[in-house]
T-cell receptor, first 111, second 115 residues
Framework: KNEVEQSPQNLTAQEGEFITINCSYS?????LHWLQQHPGGGIVSLFM???GKKKHGRLIATINIQEKHSSLHITASHPRDSAVYIC?????????????FGKGTKLSVKP | DTEVTQTPKHLVMGMTNKKSLKCEQH?????MYWYKQKAKKPPELMFV???????INESVPSRFSPECPNSSLLNLHLHALQPEDSALYLC??????????????FGEGSRLTVL
């Protein structure tokens, strides 16, 4: 069983739709990261969470430590949101920088 | 300045060439990282520098040689690479965590092609 599972793997939405990407994990963590990667590009750190909820613009991330689950929400989606969204874990006892990466969710937002 | 800057953005090299990838940050981060990412795969950690000293080498072949000349710069020296080393090489930095992870800031990556 993978330590971190993301769903869905692929997601197509119409511009303006509300989007949710889910991440479930099975290990103890010190933090959970949501990352964004555009095709052929570098990675942008969207959020780092250890509890509760964070909001930045149209993006909201939540985490439930007891249920080992996190969600990334995008409100009023736009074609420029098209990217791969990656959930990554900082693991207790794991070496520094050695994140456990999910396989990513590829989001396409159509105009 | 919240940027990690990587140069060059693209590099094509032969198997006998020697080249270097460079990474720079001015956020005062004392931890810097090299990752390798193949197409449609998650990044794989290669090296970690803490306070300019190599703290983690994830069993990377010696044809990759990292260097951290000061707290803002991180280099990756490349020599005698193989075509399978073609990938996106990502640099990242963070404040040094204690037992709690620090947020990672990534660069745009250097796309390496080995012919």
């Amino acid at each position: 069983k993978n330590e971190v599972e993301q769903s869905p793997q692929n997601l197509t939405a119409q511009e303006g739709e509300f989007i949710t990407i889910n991440c479930s994990y099975s290990v103890g963590i010190s933090a959970l990261h949501w990352l964004q990667q555009h095709p052929g590009g570098g990675i942008v750190s969207l959020f780092m969470l250890s509890s509760g909820k964070k909001k930045h613009g149209r993006l909201i991330a939540t985490i439930n430590i007891q249920e080992k689950h996190s969600s990334l929400h995008i409100t009023a989606s736009h074609p420029r949101d098209s990217a791969v969204y990656i959930c990554a874990l900082s693991n207790y006892g794991g070496s520094q920088g050695n994140l456990i990466f999910g396989k990513g969710t590829k989001l396409s937002v159509k105009p | 300045d919240t940027e990690v800057t990587q140069t060059p953005k693209h590099l094509v090299m032969g198997m006998t060439n020697k080249k270097s990838l460079k990474c720079e940050q001015h956020m005062g981060h004392r931890a810097m990282y090299w990752y390798k990412q193949k197409a449609k795969k998650p990044p794989e950690l290669m090296f970690v520098y803490s306070y300019e000293k190599l703290s983690i080498n994830e069993s990377v072949p010696s044809r990759f040689s990292p260097e951290c000349p000061n707290s803002s710069l991180l280099n990756l020296h490349l020599h005698a690479l193989q075509p399978e080393d073609s990938a996106l090489y990502l640099c990242a930095s963070s404040h040094l965590p204690g037992r709690v992870a620090g947020e990672l800031f990534f660069g745009e990556g250097s796309r390496l092609t080995v012919l």
